[in-house]
């Protein structure tokens, strides 16, 4: 926190603009995106997932999220799938953190086994989809560092450029190209670049819509794959704040009770 | 089990049938066996079916939940193949730290792939399949806390369930086959006796970790030759009274997870010790593909050596586990497990691929190799077969 006002006082455009660099004005956005999306506690939601190949083939995920916003460190989180079926009342239970890599659990309904799983957080693919594990991990402002690119306009709209570059060893990307809206201080658009900094994937976000006067979520996330011709739409549905979930509901205990 | 029959028929009456979620699977499957058996009445190919559907509804905030799994298979040549259970049929409360949980159920204990040394609670139900993954629902009441220092489980196990053995013309057995109704308890109380279980576990960063006591009647029986009725020369199953101490731990440190499951038994004739114990590795999007590759290396010691009650006494499990993360969810492992005392050796591959939304097809090669005469699986050696499987689940 002392660190986030102590950059916002060196950072806010005013005070010194002249005299921040790249990478000073790069975390002042990621610095504020992330402070305008604190504090929502938790929510609840429905998440969707349409694959498709490049033959057009289609196949569909069903999910429910919960998650509980941590202060001091990266979120919790426990997705349960309900589509396919095969894999119906498998779950996935995160502790995110800022900078080491996340805790990962994940349930077994068949065995009924709890397995702590590697940190695949990053790299891999989230069910088979175009999204990384990564892609949908908290972000933290810890996890990367930064460079402000240039001010630009999307679909009408003023935003800024942001290059982001990850800090673990275990991402699959170099840098990511983040499109951030001005006013809102919401991404619209991310480009990741592979291992070998080529254009891999391009990420759009759809359909803000406002939560309890203040929290943007997008109705919709595409993500384009470039080098496969592969696409996933990820969908959110039933979007509820403020539902009373506590740290006992993030426990491997509870992970054996999701249905 | 009998209290709970009334609760559950009484909701569904009650008129909750729309809130009740359903869930499970059913399935056909073939096993094909490629040599001669070693009794002129086992088969030498077989068809099964089973069904699995699960009846759950959640209530008061999803504080509570009911959860009926009953389970059947039906086996075109072995009898004893042919049967039902009931996998889970559960009450469960959960508090706020705290969690009960009345009823049949199934726990999961350990943390290695090869063997599940510690894993304790259920019987196994060895009909279906012999890596002892598929377990026999057990009566219990379990209470778990949640605390700072970690979860403390407590068991209370009313009811002994014995383990499945194939018939007469089922494969995969002994020769001479178990004959179960034969069997003999070392308690009085026979298949009454009340077990019980305490369980500690907790995470501490990059550490998981188990520490568990069980007392009650063992889970593996012993055997002895005995006679039935009409002079057929059988084994009969015994089940000693133990007790067990037991450790689990696993260090999830980036690629690699480092694993060990040991266990301190106490039995009838000796105390023993055994232990598992290895690394999985996995390497993610390999040859810039979406897929990963895991190696996965274990070793099993157990203390009695060519005397313990399992073939698995001095070896050691090598595998690759590949996985797709494409859209079917195609995964692969295959892997041996040798005796690197008698150079025994068991040949495992496993995959399975999902078609459309619901269908699982999935296939088990298993086949024994250099089998010595004093290893326990040498009952195996005429016994190398294929499993295709395609469960549709719901």
Known sequence: MTKLLIMLLVALPGFNASAQTQEEKGLTIALEVDRRDSGWGDFQAQMGMLLRNRHGEESLRQMRVKSLETADDGDKSLIVFDEPKDVKGTALLTFSHKVKDDDQWLYLPALKRVKRIASRNKSGPFMGSEFAFEDLASQEVEKYTYQYIRDDELDGKPVFINERYPASKYSGYTRQLVWVDQKEYIPLKVEYYDRKNALLKTLIFKSYRQYLDRYWRADEMFMENHQTGKSTLLTWKDYRFGTGLKDSDFTRNSLKRMR | ?394
């Open chain 2, 1 to 394: 089990m009998h209290a709970l029959l009334p609760v559950l028929l009484l909701s569904l009456a009650a008129g909750n049938a729309l809130a009740w979620r359903l869930a499970g699977n059913m399935a056909m499957e073939s096993r094909v066996f490629f040599q001669q058996p070693l009794d002129a009445s086992q088969y030498g190919a077989d068809y099964s079916v089973s069904m699995e559907p699960e009846f759950s509804h959640q209530w008061d905030d999803d504080r509570q939940s009911l959860v009926f799994r009953p389970f059947a298979r039906l086996d075109r040549h072995d009898d004893e193949r042919s049967h039902w259970d009931i996998r889970e049929l559960q009450w469960v409360y959960a508090g706020d730290g705290w969690e009960a949980r009345l009823g049949v159920g199934r726990i999961y204990w350990g943390v290695t792939e090869a063997v599940h040394l510690v894993d304790i609670i259920n019987q196994t139900d060895l009909v279906e399949n012999i890596d002892g993954e598929q377990k026999l629902g057990q009566p219990m009441v379990k209470l778990s806390l949640e605390e700072d220092w970690g979860t403390l489980d407590f068991f209370l196990l009313p009811g002994f369930r014995e383990r499945t053995f194939p018939g007469e013309e089922g494969r995969l057995r002994s020769h001479s086959r178990v004959e179960q109704d034969l069997v003999e308890y070392e308690s009085s109380a026979g298949q009454r006796h009340v077990d019980y279980a305490l369980r500690w576990s907790h995470y501490i960063g990059e550490w998981d970790m188990g520490l568990a006591w069980f007392q009650g009647t063992g889970r593996d029986p012993l055997f002895r030759p005995g006679f039935t009725r009409k002079g057929e020369l059988v084994l009969a199953p015994f089940y000693e009274q133990t007790s067990q101490a037991s450790v689990d731990l696993q260090a999830t440190l980036g690629e690699w997870l480092w694993k060990l499951e040991a266990i301190y038994r106490n039995g009838l004739e000796e105390d023993y010790y055994a232990f598992t114990g290895g690394f999985e590795y996995t390497r993610i999007g390999i040859l810039d593909t979406a897929a990963d590759l895991g190696v996965i290396a274990e070793l099993v010691m157990d203390e009695r050596g060519d005397q313990a009650a399992t073939a698995f006494n001095h070896d050691v499990f090598l595998g690759l586990r590949w996985t797709a993360n494409d859209a079917q969810s195609l995964t692969v492992l295959a892997g041996a497990v040798v005796d690197w005392e008698n150079g025994s050796t068991l040949l495992n591959l496993e995959a399975s691929r999902r078609f459309g939304q619901a269908y699982l097809f999935s296939v088990q090669l298993r086949s024994w190799l250099h089998i010595d005469p004093e290893d326990l699986q040498y009952i195996f050696r005429q016994d190398d077969y294929l499993q295709v499987e395609l469960a549709r689940y719901f």
